[in-house]
């Protein structure tokens, strides 16, 4: 029986590598949402600002999602200067207390700042808090870094002398032949203009804004087990000295696991830009029109390339390591600063259903899809099928042609930065791959998969 489970295994791990090196060429390019990643760089970064800075930078590119260039990688809230006009952006400072009971009421709460509006306090309008001073300063960088033009501009391919083609989209929006050459075919299948209809595609370009606090792990262990040692000799008077030393160096061992490395909070701001008809009619009849002679002036007085927050997440990571394993400090935030990222994208994914990925399917025997525990993958979750249609426009969309769900029978795929080999009950190493129950009518190639629940 055990000949035959390796034997089963082997045989499928052959079948997803052959099928993934045939299919890799159709995987890497499919419709996907596109984003940008800027971070804020905080006084939570600490003493190895420069170390994190580095990582950030090194950081492999969410490969579920077209990486779209806007200039701003990061920018620092130490520099900038935060107006009543940036707190009125970001919903502050609008209404107006006027009772004495709203007045007292708000004082009361140690989350709220209050500002008075006249000598005798009898007016007061509300500040953001610390914690809320996040967001202020992460719409400043949406707000005066202009990312909502940068994103359009990279959409457009705009050059130095504000010229603009529609040569990504056409790329990226995966269109057929003849819409490559439509800008001059007359009797082309598709009107240019209605490209920029195209939502799924130009209206899923969003903006991540990361901001990380490192927090040492040392003397947060260190208490933890001082605190621990101190609760377990009140259990053990009387008890044998051996007992006790047993007891402490069980202690030891946890804090010498635990001590190495960071804990971090990240918080992440999304932004997605604000695409409808009316902004996409806009954009072309600005931009491809060749009557208008001064560029310059038209893409600096236009309006409507905005960016709007669609919420935030809170994520954290804690790495560790094996007793006696050594890494440089450098290895330490480099890893650290990976895991971070990918729990805040994962957690992001899951509370926001429109920014969730679409990935390709590698395998149907068994259904089998290069995702996993740095996705968020989770056991039971349930995943829609998705094919490439078009509408009546010759606009390309994900029509939803069928359901999978994670497999009961084999582990999800632990393909996070630093993650220890996965073996099986058998002692095989386990695929690199997820697998899940149903699809059995799917086709690598032709098919993908995104998250429900």
């Known amino acids: 029986m055990k000949i035959m489970k390796n034997t089963t295994l082997t045989l499928m791990l052959l079948t997803l590598i052959i099928t993934s090196e045939s299919s890799a060429q159709v995987s890497t390019k499919y419709r996907r949402s596109s984003i940008s990643m800027i971070l804020m760089e905080t006084p939570g970064l600490g003493e190895n600002k420069e170390l994190i ?8 590119f969410p490969d579920k999602y077209n990486k779209h260039d806007v200039s701003v990688k990061n920018t620092g809230t130490e520099s900038m200067t935060i107006t009543d006009e940036d707190l009125i952006l970001s ?13 007292m009421k708000a004082s009361l709460n140690p989350l709220k700042k209050l500002r008075y509006l006249n000598e005798d306090s009898t007016l007061a309008t509300l500040e953001p808090s610390d914690k809320e001073m996040q967001k202020v300063y992460a719409d400043k ?8 033009k940068k994103v359009i501009g990279t959409w457009l391919n705009k050059k130095e002398n504000f010229e603009v083609d529609q040569d990504l989209i056409i790329e990226r929006g995966m269109y057929s032949a003849s819409a490559s050459d439509m800008a001059d075919t007359m009797d082309a299948m598709m009107d240019p203009k209605d490209m920029f209809k195209d939502m799924e595609l130009l209206g899923n370009t969003y903006t991540v804004i990361n901001s990380m606090d490192f927090y040492k792990n040392e003397p947060v262990a260190r208490m933890i087990r001082d605190l621990a040692k101190v609760e377990a000799m009140k259990k053990l008077v009387g008890k044998p000295q051996v007992l006790i030393d047993k007891s402490m160096a069980a202690l030891d061992t946890i804090y010498e696991k635990t001590k190495e490395g960071y804990t971090v909070k990240c918080n992440s701001f999304l932004y997605k830009i604000k695409w409808n008809e009316s902004t996409g009619d806009k954009v072309f009849n600005t931009f491809f029109n060749n009557s208008i002679t001064d560029k310059k002036l038209a893409w600096d007085t236009a309006s409507f390339m905005e960016m709007e927050f669609l919420g935030k997440t809170v994520s954290s990571s804690i790495v560790t390591f094996k007793i006696g394993e050594k890494r440089t400090l450098n290895e330490i935030i480099d890893l650290q600063v990976r895991r971070t990222l990918d ?95 149903g699809g059995k009518k799917a086709q690598p190639g032709m098919n993908y998969i995104r998250l429900i629940k």
């Open 91 to 103: 919903g502050y400072l609008k209404d107006t207390l006027s009772t004495p009971m709203a007045i």
């Open 53 to 60: 800075l580095n990582a950030y930078h090194n950081n492999p």
């Open 141 to 148: 960088i949406i707000n005066s870094n202009e990312i909502g």
């Open 343 to 437: 729990n805040a994208m994962a957690k992001l994914q899951k509370e926001f259903v429109q920014f969730r990925p679409v990935s390709p399917i590698v395998s149907t025997e068994p259904f089998s899809v290069q995702i996993g525990l740095k996705e968020g993958v989770e056991p039971k979750q349930k995943y829609e099928i998705l094919e490439l249609d078009y509408t009546e426009l010759g606009i390309p969309y994900w029509k939803v042609v069928g359901k999978v769900k994670t497999s009961k029978k084999l582990p999800i795929w632990d393909n996070r930065q630093g993650a220890e080999k996965q073996l099986d009950s058998e002692g095989n190493e386990v695929p690199p791959f997820t697998v899940f129950s």
